[in-house]
């Protein structure tokens, strides 16, 4: 049969078929999940095709690996659940490409149309479940519409501010047969900035004493980031990363000034106070960055603020900027090419901003007992060379591998700006799957790690050879801080009797061994290296160290 283009029709392709051919058609190589019996017409569709089906222990596992391709790739990351359970494990990850700005669609295998509103077995309410945390959230009708739908989960994960979508797949559209075709994708709408803003920006710059670049979001460019480091150089601007999207801007740059963060540098903080100018490219500039809301005072900043984002309702939604753009980061180079400011007058602020960010970055001599982190850290990019990923969840042990770890490289850290713990190893191994041949480290708590600390098995059979930098100090560190701050000695529910972690991790087929030292530290990880395997260093930390600097009484 021949469609009105003159496309070929095929009357004997299922819903599922149609499905897995509309992803092939995207470039999809790889995809994520859970199996069900809610899907299986998909699973056998992907057992003829060239993706490649990564199953998880835990649909919430299988999620943030989605989750962490769509950021690496710029493309949606995919994930497939089943209903009930499936659906609602799997929404942490959705939770985190939402705050995180990442292209995801997770599909979610459901039961038969006729079924519905009898409260069959697992049965959900897609839109309703969803609705909040999906830039779309639907359930495909009919399996005719199966490319449809597709092609729009597709265009709406990337257009805009990147974001997820959920589509429901229901049993009898997955097994009904369709002949409509599937149509190659078409490009996404692109803006360019206009001369006035332009002129604008130039103005405003021209007139600052102090100014202040803060970049953020996800979806830049090779070319976004070239213009930005050239527009930076060019005008002698000091430029600062929001929270955990250290990896945009090289941090060995003169013109990085550091990183608006939990366990902010205290100048850092000041030097955003006193800014007259601060143009922001990207960032929502949301509670962590701006040490909720006290760096950058809401409604009306003290400061002038340009704010370049990619969803116009973010414009104007927390902040009333002074000039408000409409832009995606792949279009920031039309904005930033064109801004040259004569002579700029504030080479001493930025000058004073680099300074003082290597300082604050550089870590203490270790001393004698258990393993120190600042030094840890700061020995990655030495040992594993700038283009190492690295990888981590939530919890105090971050503090440490924002602040001594230098990212030079795009595409270096996946770290959730959602704050989700367990997020580290489950990334660690979709960044390993997506780019074998670089080093990858994931950095995890004790706490953070058993969260999903079975993905060791699927990092095992998938063949992902990561490195998991395991801090074990007994505890739920950061609710534990504060916890000894409000409510001082009365401590429960944030110690934790941890199982062997070697044993463990050897059980899950890993190299793993137990350092006890800082000076331990880089002859293990060499180890660890030379194996080329899965491999665990179980880091012993002094559980008094909660963060840098500070110390529980």
């Known amino acids: 049969m021949t469609g009105p283009n003159g496309e070929t029709r095929q009357n004997t392709r299922s819903g599922a078929r149609a499905l897995v051919e509309s992803l092939s058609a995207r470039g999809v190589t790889l995809a994520y999940g859970v199996p069900g019996e809610s899907y299986l017409d998909v699973m056998d569709a992907l057992y003829d095709s060239a993706i490649r089906l990564v199953i998880a222990r835990h649909e919430g596992a299988a999620a943030n690996m989605a989750e962490a391709d769509g950021k690496l790739t710029g493309r949606p990351g995919i994930c497939f659940v089943t209903r009930g359970p499936g659906a609602t494990h799997a929404s942490i990850g959705l939770h985190t490409a939402f705050q995180d700005s990442t292209p995801m669609i997770l599909f979610i295998g459901l039961h038969k149309q006729g079924f519905k509103e009898r409260e069959v077995f697992q049965e959900i309410d897609v839109h309703a479940l969803f609705g909040a945390t999906a830039k779309w959230a639907a359930e495909i009708p009919e399996a005719q519409r199966v490319p449809e739908f597709v092609a729009r989960a597709f265009r709406v994960a990337v257009s805009g501010r990147p974001g997820p979508v959920v589509l429901g797949l229901p049993e009898n559209v997955l097994a009904d047969m369709c002949d409509i075709a599937v149509a190659p994708p078409g490009p996404v709408a692109l803006n360019q900035a206009s001369p006035d803003a332009v002129a604008n920006i130039r103005q405003m710059l021209g007139q600052a004493e102090r100014p202040l670049v803060v970049i953020g979001a996800s979806g830049w460019t090779d070319a976004a980031r070239a213009s930005l480091a050239e527009f930076a150089v060019a005008n002698d601007l000091p430029v600062a990363c929001s929270f955990r999207r250290q990896d945009i801007f090289d941090n060995d740059s003169p013109n990085y000034a550091g990183h608006l963060t939990l366990g902010i540098d205290p100048e850092l903080a000041q030097r955003v106070r006193d800014a007259d100018v601060l143009l922001v490219l990207g960032s929502r500039l949301g509670e962590i960055t701006t040490n909720a809301y006290a760096l950058i005072e809401a409604p009306y900043p003290v400061q002038k603020l340009i704010h370049v984002h990619a969803d116009p309702d973010e414009l104007g939604r927390v902040y009333q900027p002074d000039l408000a753009i409409n ?50 850290i700061a020995g990655l990019s030495a040992a594993l060379g700038p283009d190492a990923i690295i990888t981590n969840g939530a919890g105090n042990y971050t503090v440490w591998g924002h602040r001594f770890h230098r990212f030079r490289k795009p595409g270096t850290q996946l770290a959730p700006t959602s704050g989700a713990m367990g997020y580290g190893l489950p990334a660690a191994i979709a960044a390993k799957l997506r780019h074998p041949e670089r080093p990858v480290v994931c950095l995890a708590g004790d706490g953070c790690f058993q969260m999903y600390s079975q993905e060791l098995a699927t990092a095992h059979e998938a063949g992902a050879a990561v490195i998991v930098l395991l801090v074990n100090n007994g505890m739920y560190g950061t609710i534990r801080m504060h916890q000894e701050r409000h409510f001082p000695g009365r401590v429960i529910g944030t110690t934790l009797v941890n199982p062997n972690f070697v044993l463990f991790a050897q059980s899950c087929g890993a190299y793993a061994e137990r350092v006890t030292t800082t000076a331990g530290f880089a002859p293990a990880l060499q180890r660890a290296v030379e194996t080329k395997r899965l491999a665990v260093l179980e880091l012993i930390t002094d559980p008094k160290q909660i963060t840098p600097s500070a110390r529980l009484a």
């Open 327 to 376: 832009l995606r980061p792949a279009e920031y180079p039309s904005l930033l090419d064109a801004i040259r400011l004569p002579a700029p007058g504030w080479t001493g602020w930025r000058e004073a901003a680099r300074a003082r960010f290597e300082v604050f970055t550089t870590p203490a001599a270790p001393k004698d007992g258990p393993v120190e982190l600042g030094p840890v």
